[in-house]
């Protein structure tokens, strides 16, 4: 149902129609079950289970000769693997468990998530109700880490590490939490982005030519 576009358990019926093409398909009673009993547990299983899958994926991948894509940006190829992590807010039109307000005066949810610009893959995310804030390090570092975890051991401790957030990545806490894994192995570097407006243009115009290029230690 998810790889054919579906959004709510209700898009189950997509496939239950079609029962010569999908077999037997479980009933909406039965997959909100199956939802109301996932728990912290379910979830490490089903991660581990993508992290299973994600390897043999990759591995034959780089025996046909394709691997792993490399990303683009600036006009040049970008060396090793790049993870995006931002958040995204996804409107509830009623009152929906952990819906709230949200900081665009709107109404639903506001997730953190995790995808592998080289391939497109979703690495990790987290629910978070509408009132979540944008640049809770915390978070940050707990998709991070979930999405570290994804990467095949041959790829996490092998292969240069990209990670871009937006400004609301800039929490001093997790970017401190990219160095110190660094010390573990990890050849991870950041990337936080910030919107360029003109005031922002400005500031920039105004800095002594000698402090060009600025770079994050």
């Known amino acids: 149902m998810l790889a054919d576009g579906g959004e709510a358990i209700a898009d189950l019926a997509a496939l239950r129609d079609q029962g010569e093409l999908f077999g037997s398909v479980s009933s909406t009673p039965t997959a909100w079950r199956l939802l109301a009993d996932t728990d912290g547990a379910v979830l490490a299983s089903l991660r581990a289970a993508r992290a299973s899958a994600r390897e043999v994926a990759w591995t034959q991948a780089a025996e046909t000769g394709q691997g792993i894509p490399a990303v683009q940006a600036g006009g040049r190829q970008l060396p090793g693997l790049v993870l995006d992590l931002d958040a995204t807010l996804i409107t509830s039109h009623s009152e929906e468990e952990q819906a709230a307000p949200t900081y665009k005066g709107g109404f639903g949810f506001h997730p953190l998530l995790c995808f592998l610009a ?100």
């Open 118 to 217: 080289n391939t497109g893959e979703a690495m990790s995310g987290r629910l978070r109700p509408g009132d979540s804030g944008s640049n809770t390090a915390a978070d940050h570092i707990a998709v991070l880490d979930d999405a570290l975890a994804q990467i095949p051991d041959a790829h996490r401790y092998g292969t240069q590490i990209l990670v871009r957030a937006d400004s609301a990545g800039s929490a001093k806490a997790f970017l401190t939490h990219i160095r110190t894994l660094r010390e573990h192995g990890l050849n991870l570097r950041f990337s936080v982005g910030y919107a360029v407006t003109e005031p922002v243009r400005r500031a920039i115009r105004s800095l002594p030519e000698a402090l060009w290029p600025i770079s994050a230690p």
